[in-house]
């Protein structure tokens, strides 16, 4: 694995984003080239955030000294409502200057603005010289969004909330009803299909 682009966030914003966090009275994860920094062992979703990505975090008293070079704060709670007015007003308050978007009901992911998965879909298109109406994304969670407006075809899973279903072309079946394969079975394959015969003029 090599790393092929990275977009930290100024050190200066980082900090301020830190403060946003702490004042809706959440924890803040900070993550920084392949190190993950936290204040407290025992806060909530860290034994689970360990098992998904392979490291355990390192406990510091304050991020002190941290804040340059950072790819990701998250804010995380579960309090789901604190976590959403978290997100609101990051995205209100640093407009332009960073994406904020929750990957989960209890996590709020701030990056970098070219650091999403809106900007990977863009990113894959020119690498691959495929153009975005011919690629096709599939999420539930807030964060999905910005791909799905990057994408020629969107396809939100039904366990999705209700805003994120809007923002998509088709919703497919629950994660938990073979969701992924009926999504390629009935909105994927016949697109292109579609997009095949077009090209070749019939």
């Given at each position: 694995?090599?790393?092929?682009?990275?977009?930290?966030?100024?050190?200066?914003?980082?900090?301020?984003?830190?403060?946003?966090?702490?004042?809706?009275?959440?924890?803040?994860?900070?993550?920084?080239g392949?190190?993950?920094?936290?204040?407290?062992?025992?806060a909530?979703?860290?034994?689970?955030?360990?098992?998904?990505?392979?490291?355990?975090?390192?406990?510091?008293?304050?991020f002190?000294?941290?804040?340059?070079?950072?790819?990701?704060?998250?804010?995380?709670?579960?309090?789901?409502?604190?976590?959403?007015?978290?997100?609101?007003?990051?995205?209100?308050?640093?407009?332009?200057q960073?994406?904020?978007?929750?990957?989960?009901?209890?996590?709020?992911?701030?990056?970098?603005?070219?650091?999403?998965?809106?900007?990977?879909?863009?990113?894959?298109?020119?690498?691959?010289?495929?153009?975005?109406?011919?690629?096709a994304?599939?999420?539930?969670?807030?964060?999905?969004?910005?791909?799905?407006?990057?994408s020629?075809?969107?396809?939100?899973?039904?366990?999705?909330?209700?805003?994120?279903?809007?923002?998509?072309?088709?919703?497919?079946?629950?994660?938990?009803?073979?969701?992924?394969?009926?999504?390629?079975?009935?909105?994927?394959?016949?697109?292109?299909?579609?997009?095949?015969?077009?090209?070749?003029?019939?």
């Amino acid at each position: 694995m090599t790393l092929v682009e990275q977009h930290t966030l100024p050190a200066s914003v980082a900090a301020r984003v830190i403060e946003t966090v702490v004042a809706h009275g959440l924890p803040a994860w900070v993550y920084r080239g392949k190190d993950w920094f936290i204040r407290k062992r025992e806060a909530p979703h860290v034994a689970r955030e360990e098992s998904t990505v392979q490291f355990p975090p390192t406990v510091v008293p304050s991020f002190e000294g941290l804040l340059d070079q950072v790819v990701k704060i998250v804010a995380v709670s579960d309090d789901l409502d604190a976590v959403k007015r978290c997100e609101s007003d990051t995205q209100t308050a640093f407009a332009g200057q960073v994406s904020a978007a929750r990957s989960q009901p209890y996590y709020l992911d701030v990056t970098h603005p070219s650091a999403n998965k809106g900007a990977v879909v863009t990113w894959m298109s020119n690498a691959m010289r495929i153009p975005a109406e011919q690629i096709a994304t599939m999420g539930d969670q807030p964060n999905d969004v910005l791909m799905f407006a990057k994408s020629g075809l969107s396809i939100a899973v039904a366990n999705a909330s209700p805003e994120v279903q809007r923002e998509a072309t088709h919703v497919t079946t629950s994660n938990e009803e073979e969701g992924f394969a009926n999504a390629v079975e009935r909105f994927i394959l016949p697109a292109a299909r579609t997009s095949d015969l077009t090209r070749h003029g019939h």
